[in-house]
Protein backbone atom coordinates (compact mmCIF):
# COMPACT_ATOMS: atom_id res chain seq x y z
CA UNK A 1 0.00 0.00 0.00
CA UNK A 2 0.69 3.55 -0.57
CA UNK A 3 1.82 5.55 2.37
CA UNK A 4 2.02 9.54 1.51
CA UNK A 5 5.09 11.05 3.40
CA UNK A 6 5.06 14.81 1.79
CA UNK A 7 2.86 16.60 -0.48
CA UNK A 8 3.99 19.71 -3.05
CA UNK A 9 7.22 21.14 -4.24
CA UNK A 10 9.80 23.32 -3.95
CA UNK A 11 12.05 22.36 -7.34
CA UNK A 12 10.17 24.29 -10.09
CA UNK A 13 11.19 22.35 -12.99
CA UNK A 14 10.36 24.64 -16.09
CA UNK A 15 7.95 21.98 -17.23
CA UNK A 16 6.15 21.31 -13.89
CA UNK A 17 2.99 22.64 -12.84
CA UNK A 18 3.03 21.14 -9.47
CA UNK A 19 4.49 23.64 -7.46
CA UNK A 20 1.82 25.71 -8.88
CA UNK A 21 -1.21 23.13 -8.20
CA UNK A 22 -0.05 21.92 -4.64
CA UNK A 23 1.86 24.15 -3.02
CA UNK A 24 5.35 24.29 -1.24
CA UNK A 25 6.33 21.13 -0.13
CA UNK A 26 5.12 19.93 3.76
CA UNK A 27 5.85 16.75 5.35
CA UNK A 28 3.41 14.85 7.51
CA UNK A 29 4.90 14.27 11.14
CA UNK A 30 6.72 10.66 11.84
CA UNK A 31 4.51 9.30 14.67
CA UNK A 32 1.45 9.77 11.56
CA UNK A 33 2.86 7.71 9.41
CA UNK A 34 4.52 5.34 11.68
CA UNK A 35 1.26 4.42 12.84
CA UNK A 36 -0.41 4.76 8.89
CA UNK A 37 2.36 1.39 8.46
CA UNK A 38 1.23 -0.22 11.80
CA UNK A 39 -2.05 0.18 10.79
CA UNK A 40 -1.47 -0.92 7.13
CA UNK A 41 0.53 -4.45 8.98
CA UNK A 42 -1.91 -5.08 11.09
CA UNK A 43 -4.43 -5.92 8.12
CA UNK A 44 -1.80 -7.77 6.32
CA UNK A 45 0.04 -5.66 4.16
CA UNK A 46 3.77 -7.07 3.78
CA UNK A 47 5.33 -4.08 1.25
CA UNK A 48 5.11 -0.10 1.97
CA UNK A 49 5.62 2.28 -0.47
CA UNK A 50 6.61 5.54 0.28
CA UNK A 51 5.04 8.56 -1.32
CA UNK A 52 5.91 11.90 -2.58
CA UNK A 53 6.53 14.55 -5.46
CA UNK A 54 9.68 14.42 -3.96
CA UNK A 55 10.36 12.01 -1.29
CA UNK A 56 14.43 13.22 -0.57
CA UNK A 57 13.04 16.15 0.84
CA UNK A 58 10.61 14.62 3.74
CA UNK A 59 11.00 16.20 6.66
CA UNK A 60 13.35 19.10 5.56
CA UNK A 61 10.59 21.54 6.58
CA UNK A 62 9.83 20.30 10.58
CA UNK A 63 13.68 20.49 11.11
CA UNK A 64 13.95 24.11 9.34
CA UNK A 65 16.17 23.27 6.20
CA UNK A 66 15.95 24.69 3.08
CA UNK A 67 17.87 22.68 1.60
CA UNK A 68 19.80 19.40 1.97
CA UNK A 69 23.37 21.95 2.34
CA UNK A 70 22.00 23.54 4.95
CA UNK A 71 20.99 20.31 6.87
CA UNK A 72 24.83 19.23 6.15
CA UNK A 73 23.46 15.83 3.82
CA UNK A 74 21.91 14.41 6.22
CA UNK A 75 18.11 13.48 5.04
CA UNK A 76 15.17 12.85 7.55
CA UNK A 77 13.90 10.86 5.06
CA UNK A 78 16.64 8.55 5.29
CA UNK A 79 15.78 8.06 9.22
CA UNK A 80 12.46 7.76 7.91
CA UNK A 81 13.67 4.37 5.81
CA UNK A 82 15.10 3.37 9.04
CA UNK A 83 12.00 3.57 10.95
CA UNK A 84 9.66 1.81 8.90
CA UNK A 85 12.00 -0.71 8.17
CA UNK A 86 11.93 -1.71 11.90
CA UNK A 87 8.53 -2.10 12.18
CA UNK A 88 7.62 -5.81 12.85
CA UNK A 89 5.84 -6.83 9.73
CA UNK A 90 7.28 -4.89 7.17
CA UNK A 91 8.71 -6.59 4.90
CA UNK A 92 9.55 -4.76 1.33
CA UNK A 93 10.15 -0.93 1.19
CA UNK A 94 10.04 1.34 -1.89
CA UNK A 95 9.43 5.12 -2.35
CA UNK A 96 9.20 7.18 -5.39
CA UNK A 97 9.60 9.87 -6.35
CA UNK A 98 13.04 10.57 -5.34
CA UNK A 99 15.18 13.70 -7.31
CA UNK A 100 18.85 13.52 -7.77
CA UNK A 101 19.51 16.73 -7.01
CA UNK A 102 19.41 16.08 -3.46
CA UNK A 103 20.12 12.33 -3.29
CA UNK A 104 23.09 12.11 -0.74
CA UNK A 105 25.15 9.47 -0.04
CA UNK A 106 23.47 9.15 3.30
CA UNK A 107 20.27 8.02 1.52
CA UNK A 108 22.59 5.58 -0.72
CA UNK A 109 23.99 4.19 2.32
CA UNK A 110 20.28 3.17 3.29
CA UNK A 111 20.38 0.45 0.71
CA UNK A 112 23.50 -1.11 1.95
CA UNK A 113 22.30 -1.25 5.74
CA UNK A 114 18.12 -2.22 4.83
CA UNK A 115 17.77 -5.10 2.84
CA UNK A 116 13.84 -4.29 2.85
CA UNK A 117 14.37 -1.84 0.71
CA UNK A 118 13.93 -3.13 -2.69
CA UNK A 119 16.22 -4.31 -5.38
CA UNK A 120 14.31 -1.49 -7.63
CA UNK A 121 15.20 2.18 -8.13
CA UNK A 122 13.37 5.02 -10.39
CA UNK A 123 15.28 8.43 -10.28
CA UNK A 124 14.28 10.29 -12.90
CA UNK A 125 16.98 11.66 -15.23
CA UNK A 126 14.65 13.44 -18.13
CA UNK A 127 17.37 14.46 -20.66
CA UNK A 128 21.03 13.39 -20.93
CA UNK A 129 22.34 17.03 -22.06
CA UNK A 130 23.49 19.31 -19.70
CA UNK A 131 22.06 22.13 -21.95
CA UNK A 132 18.66 20.69 -21.64
CA UNK A 133 18.80 19.38 -17.75
CA UNK A 134 19.60 23.34 -17.34
CA UNK A 135 17.38 24.63 -19.30
CA UNK A 136 14.51 22.40 -17.09
CA UNK A 137 16.07 23.82 -13.71
CA UNK A 138 16.41 20.62 -12.68
CA UNK A 139 19.41 21.31 -10.62
CA UNK A 140 22.64 18.62 -11.60
CA UNK A 141 24.09 17.67 -14.58
CA UNK A 142 24.72 14.18 -16.01
CA UNK A 143 27.97 13.78 -14.90
CA UNK A 144 25.95 14.26 -10.95
CA UNK A 145 23.61 11.90 -12.56
CA UNK A 146 26.28 9.32 -12.88
CA UNK A 147 27.60 9.49 -9.53
CA UNK A 148 24.66 8.75 -7.56
CA UNK A 149 23.89 5.68 -9.92
CA UNK A 150 27.17 4.73 -8.81
CA UNK A 151 26.24 5.35 -5.05
CA UNK A 152 23.84 3.21 -5.27
CA UNK A 153 25.58 0.39 -7.46
CA UNK A 154 28.51 0.00 -5.19
CA UNK A 155 26.10 -1.27 -2.04
CA UNK A 156 24.02 -2.95 -4.80
CA UNK A 157 25.37 -3.95 -7.84
CA UNK A 158 22.73 -5.94 -9.64
CA UNK A 159 20.11 -3.21 -8.62
CA UNK A 160 17.21 -2.52 -11.35
CA UNK A 161 17.25 1.22 -12.31
CA UNK A 162 14.47 2.85 -13.95
CA UNK A 163 14.06 6.71 -15.15
CA UNK A 164 12.14 8.96 -17.30
CA UNK A 165 12.94 10.94 -20.48
CA UNK A 166 11.41 13.64 -21.75
CA UNK A 167 11.50 14.11 -25.45
CA UNK A 168 11.25 17.09 -27.18
CA UNK A 169 12.02 19.83 -24.73
CA UNK A 170 11.55 23.34 -26.19
CA UNK A 171 15.07 23.71 -27.97
CA UNK A 172 16.25 20.59 -27.40
CA UNK A 173 18.58 20.03 -30.79
CA UNK A 174 19.42 16.78 -32.65
CA UNK A 175 22.64 16.38 -31.14
CA UNK A 176 20.87 17.04 -27.60
CA UNK A 177 18.95 13.92 -28.06
CA UNK A 178 21.73 12.15 -29.22
CA UNK A 179 23.11 13.34 -26.16
CA UNK A 180 20.62 11.84 -24.15
CA UNK A 181 20.50 8.41 -26.57
CA UNK A 182 24.33 7.92 -25.86
CA UNK A 183 23.48 8.68 -21.84
CA UNK A 184 21.07 5.69 -21.92
CA UNK A 185 23.21 3.24 -23.44
CA UNK A 186 25.93 4.02 -20.64
CA UNK A 187 24.03 3.80 -17.41
CA UNK A 188 21.52 -0.39 -18.49
CA UNK A 189 18.48 1.20 -17.40
CA UNK A 190 16.30 -1.74 -16.98
CA UNK A 191 12.93 0.01 -17.60
CA UNK A 192 12.20 3.37 -19.11
CA UNK A 193 9.76 5.86 -19.37
CA UNK A 194 9.60 8.11 -22.44
CA UNK A 195 6.83 10.89 -22.57
CA UNK A 196 7.02 13.78 -25.40
CA UNK A 197 7.00 17.45 -23.82
CA UNK A 198 3.66 18.68 -23.54
CA UNK A 199 2.24 22.03 -22.66
CA UNK A 200 1.44 23.43 -19.06
CA UNK A 201 -0.17 26.53 -18.48
CA UNK A 202 1.71 28.79 -16.64
CA UNK A 203 5.19 26.89 -16.45
CA UNK A 204 8.03 28.42 -17.85
CA UNK A 205 8.34 25.76 -20.46
Request: proline share 4%.
Amino acid sequence: RYVNIIKGCNNFCTFCVVPYTRGREKSRPESEIIDEVKYLVDKGVKEIILLGQNVNSYGLDLIGAQDIHSSNGKLPFADLLYTVSNIPGVERIRFTTSNPHDFTPNLAKAFADLPKVTNSFHLAVQSGSDRILDRMNRQYTRAEYFERVKWIRDVRPDIAFSTDIIVGFPGETDEDFKETFDFLHSIDISYLHVFTYSERANTHA
